[in-house]
């Protein structure tokens, strides 16, 4: 007998060699991809990119300005704060914090979100009104109040910060997931495994899974953009890791401070804080773009 | 039918609320700060504390705490905050209007900007204007308020210092109010000057806050737009001679703002979530602010009363987008 696979359209979309060379065509993916690609490589090698010991305090040099304006010191390319210390290297520092937040938050809300989305999209009706229902129930705080609240209760530090964006945004991805799994199992390829007797997990994992991927490595990218902005948020209140550790929003805290005297302090963490937002969102848009066969077409 | 959608809507919202409030209240009873510790003196004795703990019902059982709060809850009784010793009713009656202010002045800020960049994009369809209007918003869209109330802070306070930089109003002129709406009341006893003082403390958080809401108008209310300038009614609306901008206005908006006006409803929940940030920023004295106190000073019946009051307007809005929703829809209005 000849049998014939049911046709997935994972199957054309998750060839590698295809969509490696779509992805290389699309501009967006290259240049925020690079980007992000030279921040993990800043944060890496922080000790060896530095200039200064991003904690080397001197009040002789404190609010020197940067390189180019008048009084700036030699060597403090983007100024000094309010303790003297180098805002360069307290930058490069304060990536490492962001990007790890952006990495391990990131992948464990969609970890999450992904499978509660899986279940309530295809397993059906109990399991779709309790999920929908807690979704509901969490969307209804404000996301700063509660992971505000979260660390309250955590207590301070990288570990409850990262617990806390796990906690508030796997609803974020469980909606689309679910609402994809949903669009997926209405589609001949699953009515199709199941008349061949796959079980309930084989279609979900093995079948819809793979056709949900693509949506899913798009969602994953603008959730790493979200993380940065909450970690900076939670650091800018005064709730992330502590205040040996540089972080962006913790600089950006203390400049907001003394924004009238030295405003680079503000700006120039703001601007990185800035650049990877924009960056995580345009490599989302770009790979939601090239992974996604109904948005190709 | 409308009346349908109304009931199952309530019935889903107070199952909303009522999860809300069990997760606020089993999380703050795990918190391992204790909010007595933080308000006594070092020298008070284990008499003092147990009395003053008693005194806030915290030396009950969690169950039996609970049963007190909802009982209250339900007759309007929020309980007495910790740090500020008041109503917490009393202090959310106070705080609550500058929040509604500044929401409703963004949202409206949103709507201005958001249509503007859209019927905008839509005459300048296919030209270098609409992937500039494109450009900048796929940015917008991107950038969270927190980071445009920094920026605007650099611009409008450092490098052009036009915008006082914190607070509502200036407190010599914040007096004579019979109402806590000091922005409406200014402008109805018509006193310009402080209505005038009052929106220029208002523009740099409210448009923070319009910012990215306005990116969502853009980009949905143009595509809707552009599919509808392709219509026969406005293309019947062109043969008669009318000009683009009419054809835009008239014809097309009309049928294009359906699907906005929904979205618009649903993503100004997320811009009242942002007044939390954003009134910490300028230390604006709204709910938002007082939430992050509340917090950082483990007040439990404040942050069970702001938590509880967040998800009502949530709820409230999500609801009455629903109804607006079904309204509108001519399907739903005659069954």
Known sequence: MNYEPPLSTADAVLRPPAVAGRLA??????????FILLLIIVAVAAPLI?????????????TAPPAGFADAEPGFWLGTDGLGRDVLSRIIFGARVSLTVAFVAAGF????????????????????????????????FPPVL??????????????????????????????????????????????????????????????????????LIALLTLEMGIAVVVEAILSFVGLSVSSDTPTWGGMIAEGRQIVHEAWWVLAAPLAALFAAVVAFNQLGDGLARSLDPVLRR | MLFAVLVNRMVLALLTLAGVAVIVFVLLRVV?????????????????????????????????????????????????????????????AARLPATIELAILALLSAIVLGGGGAIAGTLMRRTVGEAVIDGVN?????????????????????????????????????????????????????????????????????????????????????????????????????????????????????????????????????????????????????????????????????????????????????????LMVAALNPRLRHP
Request: contains cysteine; proline residues 5%.
């Open chain 2, 138 to 322: 796929s940015i917008l869209l991107a950038v969270p308020d927190f980071i445009w109330a920094l920026a605007l802070v650099l611009v409008f306070a450092v490098a052009i210092p036009m915008l006082p930089i914190t607070g509502r109003i200036d407190p010599a002129l914040a007096e004579g109010f019979s109402t806590r709406f000091y922005l409406v009341e200014s402008i109805i006893t018509g006193r310009f000057t402080v209505a005038g003082d009052i929106l220029s403390h208002m523009t740099m958080p409210a448009l923070a806050l319009a910012l990215p809401l306005g990116a969502v108008i853009v980009r949905l209310l143009k595509q809707s737009l552009k599919e509808a300038m392709v219509q026969d009614y406005v293309l019947l609306a062109r043969i008669k001679g009318f000009r683009e901008l009419r054809l835009v206005l008239q014809e097309a908006l009309r049928n294009a703002v359906g699907p906005t006006l929904a979205l618009t409803g649903v993503q100004f929940t997320f811009l009242i979530g942002g007044t939390v940030i954003v009134e910490r920023i300028f230390a604006y004295p709204g709910i938002g602010n007082l939430a992050i106190d509340a917090v950082i000073n483990r007040d439990f019946p404040l942050i069970q009363g702001l938590v509880l009051l967040f998800g009502l307007i949530f709820i409230l809005i999500n609801v009455s987008v629903d």
């Open chain 2, 32 to 92: 391992p700060g204790d909010p007595v510790a933080m308000m006594i003196s070092p020298g008070a004795s284990e008499a003092d504390i147990a009395a003053l703990k008693a005194h806030y019902g915290l030396d009950t059982p969690i169950l039996t705490q609970f049963w007190i709060w909802i009982k209250g809850v339900i007759s309007g009784d929020f309980g007495t905050s910790i740090t500020l010793r008041l109503h917490v009713t009393e202090i959310l």
């Open chain 1, 109 to 140: 809300a969609c970890l999450i979100g992904s499978l509660l989305g899986l279940m309530a999209g295809y397993l059906g009706s109990i399991a779709e009104a309790v999920i929908s229902r807690l979704v509901d129930i969490w969307m209804a």
């Open chain 1, 25 to 34: 065509r699309d501009p967006k993916v290259v240049v925020a991809g690079g």
């Open chain 1, 146 to 215: 509660l992971s505000i609240l979260l660390v309250a209760v955590l207590g301070t530090g990288l570990h409850s910060v990262i617990a806390a964006i796990v906690v508030i945004d796997w609803t974020r991805l469980c909606r689309v997931v679910r609402t994809e799994t949903m669009a997926q199992a209405q589609m001949d390829y699953v009515v199709a495994a199941r008349a061949i007797g796959f079980t309930r997990a084989a279609i979900l994992f093995r079948e819809i899974l793979p056709n949900v991927v693509p949506v």
């Open chain 1, 50 to 62: 530095a200039p200064h010991d991003p904690l080397a305090q001197n009040l002789l040099t404190a």
